[in-house]
């Protein structure tokens, strides 16, 4: 069973226990002894399953039980077992035929075990990992508290707290005025402890994780604003300019149907950019009428970190009338894309975003007769590729050498299939993979920003590719001769997925990841946390949200490991900029077939991934979910080489076009 199920499981257990320990205490309340000892045994018994799944879920790591250990099971174990001590003699008294009264105090320690239950289950929801003595003494109070207001409904007027048996003896003043003191105390004593977590949850948090290295060095600030990209091309390279033009506009697609989108020149996708390795590519980026303001950042492109396009921490955000000039050396050879980092959880989907693919000098690569670039985006619940809807067909000469280069331009994943001729998925994130090699019927989980580029020799009948099991879109290679492009294409759905960390063959690598210099880890997750300055349900690291979460701090040259975890039952693709990651293992399993070499990989609910990279681009960059609305919702932080500092916003600062 997947990590992922066992949370689930766990959740489910979590609630059960609550619903058994309610129900016990409703029917000991409502003095219906015969059934109560039977709804004790289940709550019982379902806090035991309670304990089983918790104990697997520890076995897949700390961090997904950490609250359940050190203070949900303890707190209903203790709550529980009082439960029991005390509901116990009394039904065993009542099954014997003793005629008994309500037991107020059973009552009152069988909802307790309910609020413990209860209260479990809500800081693994609102809070998560980490927990904090805060949160534990906040739970821990509430919970007496519950109890405290539970005795007082309970008890009736004129009954005991006590045990109440046939013939209540009347009470003097004395035992009234003691209950009183109990109550008073008891409701001060909850109320500074709680008052006491809340003030150590607002601790300002540490701004900096230096994930075991040193600090910063001695050296002095080198600015964002001054890790500019190269001004000429490498000898024999040219210069490529272009001007990119952000504009409301009506797009209509090829269906005909038409879409409300931000877009680039009038065009969604943006204007495909290309070059040639060793060119200069200049782009003048200019805002017609967003208002919000937009940027261009060059996903998966390592560019000096001037060149980031992140408002408030490389440049600020271009708003309406004015523009923003881009240049970087085409270093990187492959399939690359550009969008909006600005408000990007709506620029991006409303259409802010086009290809950047860069060739190999001439003679390196033999240019594929059929090379189609093609970026997947949903506009409206409708999947567009490459600016077609609906099922496009394109013209392939059998024989032809083909690449497919699928760029996924929304926050979700999508599954490809190409169906109908063997193939090769020779790059992923636009670095080649080592010696991959042919495959067929099998699915492809292209994570949120991601690239896959399909090579294959086209046959002498038609090609499908498939997009998210949808065999009525997509796109068709045809050959010329062959009429029978509308040919049946079998169901896609079960077709196994294809696991790149067993893909291709392993090669070396340019540093020994198990000697890193540092160490992060980064446990994904929802909870109560602000970002940018609210309180929110938050997409959470760590247990905060962005800007809250501390910077990671690196030095040039350091190898760098992280380990991403997904406590949630979200899927989180990971995605960081200005280095690509060498993935190292996923869930403990390493990976064992070709290096692979990513900017964004999908952590799924349960997954834990381990990745690697050496800190060789000085700068601030984000490191963040591409899921947008996640990352807008806190799951963003930023790595931050020591010395390195930006004029564009605070520590952190958000810069937007209303600073100018
Ligand atoms: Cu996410």
């Not at 065009?267 to 303001?293: M, Q, S």
């Not at 240049?327 to 991006?348: E, L, N």
């Not at 065999?471 to 077709?495: E, K």
């Not at 916003?649 to 600073?659: F, I, K, R, V």
């Amino acid at each position: 069973m997947s990590t992922g199920s066992w949370i689930l499981l766990d959740h489910v257990v979590a609630l059960l226990s609550i619903a058994a320990w309610f129900a016990a205490g409703v029917a000991l309340a409502l003095r219906r002894t015969r059934l109560t000892p039977a709804v004790l045994g289940t709550a019982v018994l379902v806090t035991l399953l309670r304990v089983g799944t918790v104990v697997m879920l520890a076995g897949r790591g700390w961090w997904f039980v950490q609250e359940k250990v050190l203070l949900g099971l303890p707190m209903l174990g203790a709550a529980g077992v009082g439960a029991v001590l005390l509901a116990g003699p009394h039904l065993l008294a009542a099954g014997r035929g003793r005629t008994v009264g309500r037991s107020v105090r059973a009552v009152v320690a069988l909802f307790t075990a309910a609020y413990a239950a209860l209260a479990g289950l809500v800081v693994t929801f609102l809070v998560g990992y980490p927990l904090t003595a805060g949160t534990a003494v906040i739970t821990v109070s509430l919970v007496c508290a519950g109890a405290l207001l539970t005795a007082r409904v309970v008890a009736a007027p004129g009954e005991s707290t006590a045990e109440v048996d046939v013939a209540p003896a009347p009470e003097d003043r004395r035992a009234i005025s003691r209950r009183r003191f109990i109550a008073w105390t008891g409701g001060a004593v909850v109320v500074t402890t709680a008052g006491a977590g809340t003030g150590l949850s607002f601790l300002p948090a540490e701004s900096v994780t230096r994930g075991g290295g040193p600090g910063r060095p001695s050296r002095a600030g080198l600015s964002v604003a001054d890790l500019r990209g190269a001004d000429a091309p490498a000898p024999g390279g040219t210069v490529r300019r272009h001007v990119l033009t952000a504009q409301q506009a009506t797009v209509r697609l090829p269906s005909g149907r038409e879409v409300d989108a931000w877009a680039f020149n009038g065009e969604v996708a943006g204007p495909a950019l290309t070059a040639t390795e060793g060119d200069l590519v200049e782009v003048r980026l200019r805002n017609a009428d967003i208002e919000d303001g937009v940027t261009l950042h060059w996903h998966g492109y390592d560019v000096p970190c001037g060149e980031d396009g992140v408002p408030g921490v490389t440049q600020r955000a271009v708003p309406p009338g004015a523009d923003f000039v881009y240049r970087f050396r085409a270093d990187q050879v492959g399939t690359y894309w550009y969008h909006t980092h600005h408000a990007s959880h709506i620029g991006v989907r409303k259409g802010l975003y086009g290809s950047l693919v860069v060739s190999p000098r001439a003679g390196q690569r033999a240019d594929e007769q059929v090379d189609l670039t093609l970026p997947v985006h949903t506009f409206d619940g409708t999947v567009v590729i490459a600016a077609r809807d609906g099922r496009t067909e394109h013209p392939a000469p059998p024989g032809a050498p083909v690449r497919l280069r699928l760029i996924n331009t929304d926050s979700d994943p999508h599954r490809i299939v190409l169906a109908g001729t063997p193939f090769r998925l020779a790059a992923v994130d636009g670095r080649d993979l080592n010696q991959p090699g042919e495959v067929r019927d099998v699915g492809l989980h292209l994570p949120a920003g991601g690239r896959y580029d399909l090579v294959f020799r086209m046959p002498d009948r038609s090609v499908a590719l498939v997009v998210d099991d949808d065999r009525a879109g997509g796109l068709r290679l045809r050959p010329p001769a062959d009429a029978s492009a509308a040919t049946h294409v079998a169901d896609t759905s079960g077709l196994p997925e294809l696991d790149l960390l067993r893909y291709g063959a392993p090669a070396a690598v340019p540093f020994d990841p198990g000697r890193a210099d540092r160490h992060f880890t980064m446990v994904l997750d929802r909870g109560i946390a602000m970002v940018n300055g609210r309180p929110a349900y938050a997409q959470t690291v760590n247990g905060r949200g962005h800007p809250g979460i501390p910077d990671q701090l690196v030095a040039d040259g350091d190898v760098v490991r992280m380990t991403v975890v997904n406590r949630s039952l979200e899927t989180h693709p990971w995605h960081l900029h200005g280095h690509s990651v060498l993935i190292l293992s996923r869930d403990g399993t390493p990976s064992t077939g070709s290096p692979l070499w990513v900017d964004t990989f999908d952590v799924r609910p349960g997954e834990t991934w381990e990745v690697a990279f050496r800190a060789t681009n000085p700068g601030i960059w984000m490191n963040h979910c591409h899921n947008l609305p996640h990352a807008e919702q806190g799951m963003m932080l930023r790595l931050r080489y020591a010395g390195v500092t930006t004029p564009f916003g605070g520590p952190h600062g958000e810069g937007t076009a209303h600073d100018h």
